[in-house]
C-alpha cells in the first residue's frame, strides 16, 4: 500500500470517526438508511470538491479548545442552560410538524458596536456565530448547525467559531456542526427525492434590540426610497434565495410561530429580566442623581452606561435619550450633544441589555431639583394615567380596558387629542418586542406603561415609563428601583452633590 493509499485511509478512519451516525436531510426524513462509506460515495458523486469535503469534515474535530468568541456561555446557563434551548426547538419543531425550520444567524457584524445576534436565531440557540444557519428536520427532530468556513488566519484574529469546535459545540446541545456550503447540497438532496418538503422560514421582517418588526421594516422602505440602495437587505435575503434556487418548495413562515412563543417569557427570562430592570433602574437613577443644571446631555447618559456594563449587563437595548429644551419634544432624540439649562425638564429614557434580554424605563425631571406648577401640574396627570393603566395589567383583563383607563386621565385632563392608543409595546429580546398589546392579558407577558403628555410650544414632554410582568396576580413592575413619585424625583435629582 502506498503512502497516497494509506493517507486516503486514514483520512476515511477520521471522518468515520467524527461523522458516526451521521444522516443527510433526505435520509433522516424518509428513513433512507446508508453505511457510511455508501454516504461518502453519494457525496462524492454529487459534489466536484470530492474528498475535500471529507478533509473538511475531518477538520472538524481539529479546531483550539478555545470557545468561540461571541457566544457567551454564561449568559446561556442564566438563560435555562442548552437544554433550555433545545426544548425551545423542540417546541418549535413540535409546532411546524412537517418539512424543515431554517434560521438564520446575522450575516454582518455591526460598526464599532459589540455583536448581538438576530433574536430570532438566538432565541433557539443561544450561539452568536455571523453566518450560521440552524437547520431543523420537523419529522424527526434532528437540529444541525451550519457555519461559515473560517480561511487562514482568520480564527487567529477573530476567534474561532464553532466548526472547528465540535466538543463545544456538543456542550451548546448541537452533535451535528457542517460548513455553510453543505447547506444547499442537503438541500438539494431532499427536495430531489420529494419537491414538495415543506420550508419554514422567517418571510417577514427581523427585529432587533431597539426596534420593533415593522420598524425594521420601516427602516428598509427608507432605504428602497433611496436611489442607490442595495438590492436586498441582508435579512430579508435569505427567504428570497431560497425561493429562487427552489421553486419547487412551499416555503411557509414560521414568524407566527415564533411570535407567540416569544410573547410568553419562560422562567429563566423572566429571572435575567428582573436582575436587568434592576441594574437599568439603578443606573438611570445614578445618573439622575449626578445631573444638575449647565451639564452636556452625554453626561447624563455615560453615568448609567457606565453603571450598566460594570454591573453585568453586556449592551444597552438602545441609544440613551436626554432630551432638553429644544430637543425635548423628538420622541427618540439620540443626539445628546446639548447642555441642560437651569430649570429645563429633561426626558431620560436608557437602559440594559443583559443576556439578550432588553429593558425600558423613562423618568422625567426638571434639572434645578424643583418642578414649576404648571410642570408639577402635567406631570401629575402623565404619572395617574400610567398608574391606572398598570393597575389594569393582570389576568382577567384586556389591554382595552387597561388602555381605557389611562386614557379617562387624560379625557378628564381635557387631553384626550393626545392619546394614541395603548400606552406602551411588548418587551424581551427587543425593546419593542414581538406583537402588540391587544385582547386578553395573560401571565407571562412583559410590557411597558408609558403615557405621553407634551406641549411643544413650552418645550415640555412628560413621560414617566416602566417595564411592568404580568403575573398570576398583581402586576410586577421590573423597574421599581427608580423612584416616580413627583416629590422622590425632585429629591433625587442632584441629590449625588447634596450628599457630599
Request: with cysteine.
Amino acid at each position: 500500500m502506498g503512502p497516497h493509499e494509506r493517507n486516503r485511509n486514514a483520512g476515511r478512519a477520521e471522518a468515520r470517526r467524527y461523522m458516526g451516525r451521521f444522516f443527510f436531510w433526505g435520509e433522516a426524513a424518509y428513513n433512507v438508511l446508508f453505511t457510511f462509506e455508501q454516504k461518502v460515495q453519494w457525496m462524492l458523486k454529487l459534489t466536484a470538491v470530492g474528498e475535500l469535503t471529507i478533509l473538511a469534515v475531518m477538520c472538524l474535530g481539529l479546531g483550539a479548545a478555545a470557545r468561540a468568541q461571541y457566544t457567551d456561555r454564561q449568559a446561556i446557563e442564566e438563560l435555562g442552560g442548552p437544554q433550555e434551548f433545545a426544548a425551545r426547538r423542540a417546541e418549535l419543531i413540535a409546532q411546524a410538524k412537517t418539512g424543515y425550520t431554517l434560521l438564520f444567524a446575522r450575516n454582518e457584524i455591526a460598526e464599532a458596536a459589540h455583536y448581538r445576534e438576530d433574536n430570532d436565531f438566538y432565541y433557539y440557540t443561544g450561539v452568536q456565530d455571523p453566518g450560521a444557519v440552524l437547520a431543523m428536520d420537523n419529522a424527526t427532530g434532528k437540529t444541525y448547525l451550519f457555519e461559515p468556513q473560517q480561511a487562514g488566519r482568520t480564527p487567529q484574529v477573530y476567534g474561532a467559531n464553532l466548526l472547528s469546535q465540535p466538543e463545544e459545540a456538543k456542550k451548546l446541545g448541537f452533535e451535528t456542526v457542517l460548513p455553510i456550503g453543505n447547506l444547499d447540497l442537503l438541500l438539494s438532496t431532499a427536495l430531489s427525492a420529494h419537491p414538495q418538503v415543506e420550508l419554514w422560514v422567517r418571510l417577514g421582517f427581523p427585529d432587533k434590540a431597539d426596534g420593533a418588526r415593522s420598524e425594521v421594516g420601516r427602516d428598509h422602505a427608507w432605504k428602497f426610497a433611496h436611489p442607490y440602495h442595495e438590492e436586498i437587505p441582508q435579512d430579508l435575503a435569505p427567504a428570497k434565495l431560497l425561493a429562487e434556487r427552489y421553486p419547487m418548495a412551499r416555503l411557509r413562515d414560521v414568524t407566527s410561530i415564533i411570535d407567540a412563543m416569544r410573547n410568553i417569557k419562560r422562567p429563566k427570562e423572566i429571572e435575567v429580566l428582573r436582575r436587568n430592570g434592576k441594574i437599568s433602574a439603578e443606573g438611570d437613577r445614578a445618573a439622575i442623581a449626578h445631573a444638575h443644571p449647565g451639564m452636556h446631555q452625554y453626561e447624563i447618559e455615560s453615568r448609567a452606561y457606565e453603571y450598566f456594563y460594570s454591573h453585568g449587563a453586556q449592551g444597552v437595548a438602545y441609544l440613551a435619550i436626554v432630551g432638553s429644551g429644544k430637543d425635548i419634544n423628538t420622541w427618540h432624540y439620540f443626539s445628546n450633544r446639548n447642555v441642560i439649562e437651569a430649570n429645563q425638564l429633561v426626558v431620560f429614557d436608557y437602559g440594559a441589555s443583559l443576556d439578550h434580554m432588553t429593558m425600558d424605563i423613562t423618568r422625567t425631571f426638571n434639572i434645578s431639583g424643583k418642578f414649576t406648577a404648571e410642570q408639577a401640574k402635567w406631570y401629575a396627570v402623565d404619572l395617574e394615567s400610567q398608574k391606572a393603566t398598570i393597575a389594569l395589567l393582570k389576568p382577567g383583563h384586556t389591554y382595552e380596558e387597561a388602555e381605557a383607563a389611562g386614557k379617562a386621565v387624560f379625557d378628564k385632563a381635557g387631553i384626550g387629542n393626545q392619546w394614541y392608543g395603548y400606552p406602551g409595546h411588548f418587551l424581551g429580546l427587543a425593546t419593542h418586542d414581538v406583537l402588540h398589546p391587544s385582547g386578553p392579558i395573560k401571565p407571562g407577558q412583559v410590557v411597558t406603561v408609558e403615557p405621553i403628555v407634551e406641549f411643544p410650544d413650552k418645550q415640555m414632554h412628560f413621560r414617566v415609563e416602566d417595564t411592568i410582568l404580568v403575573t398570576e396576580g398583581e402586576p410586577e413592575i421590573l423597574s421599581s428601583a427608580i423612584p416616580k413619585e413627583l416629590a422622590d424625583v425632585e429629591k433625587l435629582v442632584g441629590s449625588e452633590a447634596k450628599e457630599k
